[in-house]
């Protein structure tokens, strides 16, 4: 494990939005923090769609000071949507202390990892959080107009929030390797819909997570006019993306109630008797009795 590297994995899985991925590895070699190695974990592709995107990218990276670009191809023919295995092919990459992710449609400002590693080195803590803010953005054939900013569709402060829904997008944290074993720093490839909530879940139940520059905006989330946000920006679930939420929600509630919560982590969120056999839904649980008396 290379002491204080971050590896920040970069999902791509159309290369025809390779202007897309330029704006965010620019974003990526722009950040003050060093070393910093990219895990571009790309969707089946050809040999010469990984040759277009090397040659995209080489002049980015023959900047000074650029960071290190690790490429990973995840050529299986199943799943058909194997977002959730890039991430852990990702991982599964990974050499340094740090880890974080950045999907190749948002971007982050040039301090932000410098922020988030400053937090955990003075927290100790496995996780740390920032904020980003959503901008409306709309989408053309070789550029993409950021129209205004909007309210965040998720809204929290702290780990009790965390625990109750998710507010913190997949760009807005970073982990520390050292704390967290893989086989907690992992993605249930059941999901592919809130697979990063989940983490989050089996994380924070069992580590201490720092939230103190949650209000510092570190990045962008786009919510794009094209429909190609994982999550509808209109708000509006089709049928069958009601029906997958449905069993997504059901399958995070039983992550709740089934994950044991750590006597440091219960004594974070404030909890006075401290029991191992606590569970995240019973930490909520008691939280909410608490403060009902």
């Known amino acids: 494990m290379i002491e204080n590297q971050i590896d920040c994995i970069v999902r791509f899985h159309d290369a025809k939005r390779i202007y897309e991925l330029n704006r965010c590895i620019f974003a990526l070699i722009g950040q003050t923090h060093r070393p910093l190695n990219i895990i571009l974990a790309v969707q089946r592709f050809s040999e010469a769609e990984i040759a277009t995107t090397y040659a995209a990218l080489e002049p980015l990276l023959r900047l000074p000071n650029a960071p290190t670009l690790t490429l990973r191809n995840w050529d299986n023919a199943i799943p058909s949507d194997a977002r959730t295995e890039l991430l852990n092919m990702g991982l599964q990459a990974a050499t340094g202390q740090y880890v974080a992710f950045l999907d ?44 205004k900013q909007v309210d965040a569709p998720f809204a929290g402060d702290d780990l009790k929030d965390l625990f109750q829904a998710n507010f913190c997008p997949i760009h807005s944290y970073l982990i520390d390797r050292s704390i967290v074993p893989p086989q907690v720093l992992s993605f249930d490839t059941v999901l592919t819909w809130e697979e990063d909530y989940d983490l989050l879940l089996k994380i924070c139940a069992a580590y201490p997570s720092d939230f103190q520059a949650v209000g510092k905006v570190i990045g962008d989330y786009y919510f794009k006019t094209d429909g190609s946000n994982s999550v509808p920006t209109t708000g509006v679930l089709s049928k069958e993306r009601l029906l997958m939420y449905e069993r997504v929600s059901a399958l995070i509630e039983v992550r709740r109630r089934t994950t044991l919560v750590a006597p440091e982590v219960q004594a974070q969120l404030g909890l006075n008797s401290c029991t191992p056999a606590m569970t995240i839904r019973g930490a909520l649980d008691a939280l909410f009795m608490d403060q009902s008396i």
Not at 111 to 119: I, K, S, T
């Open 104 to 147: 190749y449609d948002d971007v982050l400002y040039p301090e932000a990892y410098a922020v988030l590693v400053d937090r955990l080195n003075s927290s100790r803590s496995a996780i740390a959080f920032a904020s980003v803010r959503v901008v409306n953005a709309d989408v053309h054939r070789q550029f993409i107009r950021l129209t």
